[in-house]
């Protein structure tokens, strides 16, 4: 089975909400849709589903044209972030519920339901009501429903944004397995770059109704293709600050140096440095460690760690570093970078040079 888009796009009252797109999802794959809120998630999906005709292009289903087809009349399954599920009839008659309109027989019905339940880890609930459960159970619930008709394509447009963070963690671990059980393509749809690491998979990064990348997850992470991919694929964004390349030398912001040579053996120019937050240290963890002078903005505890909001001239970046660090606005504080965490953008902001430590993952 494939799933094929060729330069599909959709626009709404003169408004474009999807460029054009090609994209291929093969037979049993994850694949993650990574954007932020707008960034056109949702609209491709519907075009995926049938749910929207495309304005342009076309839509093929294991080589057979289905641009024009029902949604009816594809085998698709869709599941959104608000529980869907008749709260008046059992997890059972729930999950049985597409079946029941599909015509298919009793024990047919009840072979699937059960199997589909055992899936899902729920057995035990067939006979409570939506209401009777727990939010991660009753998104089981919608799951379940969704995939029991044998649907080829699933299509979760992000399901846990509306679980508190235990239950999506709980459901983040179970999802993979679902999908590897079931062998359907997947399309996820997600906010969160954590969300599309733990999945797997492939990944598609979406912004402003254009997908930027699509290939393996843990490859667009570690190799953007411009510097919106690299920030969309950051949680928090990715930090940037300018550099200039010459004499065999990358200067940063406030004169910092850092020698030109091996992945930034560039041409002689202007760059844009980025780095993600994660990668910015309270400590020289490394003998050539870059030192940026800040200024403390605000600093968010978490716990564990603690979210370093500083002012670098005129950027402001977003350090994530561990501990708890409770420091007053205004403060001035030294954060430390290993140059291979390091990657540079062109004046078009295409990959000039990956990070070090991507060419060595």
Sequence with gaps: MT?????????????????PTSLTLQNGTMNVLLGPTLSGKTSLMRLMAGLDQPSSGRVFWNGEDVTGRRVQDRGVAMVYQQFINYPGLTVYENIASPLRILGRAKDEIDNKVRET?????????????????????????????????????VLLDEPLANLDYKLREELRVEIPRIFEASGAIFV??????????????????????????????????????????ARVFSDPPMNFTPVRKGSARLSFGEGVPAPAEGAFAVADGDYLAGF???????????????????????????GAQSFIHVAHGEESWIALVEGVHDMAR????????????????????????????????
């Design 117 to 153: 339940a055992e899936m899902l880890h729920l057995t035990p609930m067939l006979a409570r009501k939506p209401l009777e459960l727990s939010g991660g159970q009753q998104q089981r619930c919608a799951l379940a429903r969704a995939l029991v008709k044998g649907a080829g394509l």
């Design 276 to 302: 993600r937050a994660n990668h910015l240290s309270m400590d020289r963890h490394v003998p050539d460690a870059l030192e940026f002078r800040c200024k403390v903005l605000v600093t968010e505890i978490t």
């Design 3 to 19: 799933l094929e888009l060729k330069a599909v796009s959709r626009r709404v009252g003169g408004k474009t909400h999807i460029y």
């Design 330 to 361: 205004g403060q001035e504080i030294s954060l430390w970078l290993d140059p291979r965490h390091v990657y540079l953008f062109d004046g078009d902001g295409r990959l000039a040079a990956r990070a070090a430590y991507a060419n060595a993952a």
């Design 188 to 229: 996820y749809a997600t906010t969160e770059p954590e969300e599309a690491l733990l999945l797997g998979g492939n990944t598609a990064t979406m912004w402003e109704g254009r997908v930027t990348q699509f290939g393996p997850t843990p490859r667009v992470y570690r190799e953007p293709v411009d510097a919106i991919t």
